[in-house]
């Protein structure tokens, strides 16, 4: 039976890490039926909070 190989080789391995970036990507995806004026706002609130959420998780993965 093949094992599969479930080392991490960088911050991207990371579930964390990938979950955080479905998450931007369907924040992402929700916000574009949002009116203009709050597309922009709103959009690039939630896309930032998740963007320094996969830093935080890969800097703790670095200084480990």
């Keep these: ?9 960088s911050y991207k ?5 990938q979950n955080s970036m479905d998450s931007a990507m369907e924040i992402f995806q929700l916000t574009k039926v949002f009116p203009s004026e709050e597309k922009l706002d709103k959009t690039y609130n939630h ?10 998780d890969a800097d703790k993965w670095l200084i480990r």
Excluded at 1 to 9: A, L, P
Excluded at 47 to 56: G, K, P, R, S
């Design 1 to 9: 039976m093949g094992e599969t190989d479930n080392r991490i080789n």
């Design 47 to 56: 896309i930032i909070a998740q963007i320094v959420l996969m830093i935080n």
């Design 13 to 17: 391995d990371l579930r964390v890490y």
